[in-house]
């Protein structure tokens, strides 16, 4: 299954957007390279390991709150969010 913006979720926020890609929820924002890598911000993902359930859309919607927060005082740091994915 391609990815589909969940648009109603992600409407509260204006940095992070909401994905649902396959059976899993994923985050979208312009994020800094991650830690090895060069260049400039650009739109990446966040895997955030939810599973597209109730439930899981609730976590994906505070994820989502705490990389917007980030984002937002600047204190967005990879190491965060690279766990998540490992």
């Known amino acids: 299954m391609r990815e589909?913006?969940?648009?109603r979720?992600?409407?509260?926020?204006?940095c992070v957007s909401i994905w649902q890609n396959?059976?899993?929820?994923v985050l979208r924002a312009s994020l800094p390279p991650k830690p090895g890598k060069q260049g400039?911000?650009?739109?990446q993902w966040v895997s955030i390991r939810?599973?597209?359930?109730?439930?899981g859309l609730k976590v994906?919607?505070?994820?989502?709150a705490k990389l917007e927060s980030d984002l937002m005082l600047d204190r967005f740091d990879w190491a965060d969010w690279l766990k998540n994915t490992t």
């Open 4 to 7: 589909q913006r969940l648009e």
């Open 50 to 55: 939810c599973k597209a359930t109730k439930a």
């Open 40 to 43: 400039k911000w650009r739109q």
């Open 22 to 25: 396959g059976g899993s929820y």
């Open 60 to 64: 994906a919607q505070a994820k989502a």
């Open 9 to 14: 979720e992600s409407a509260k926020f204006t």
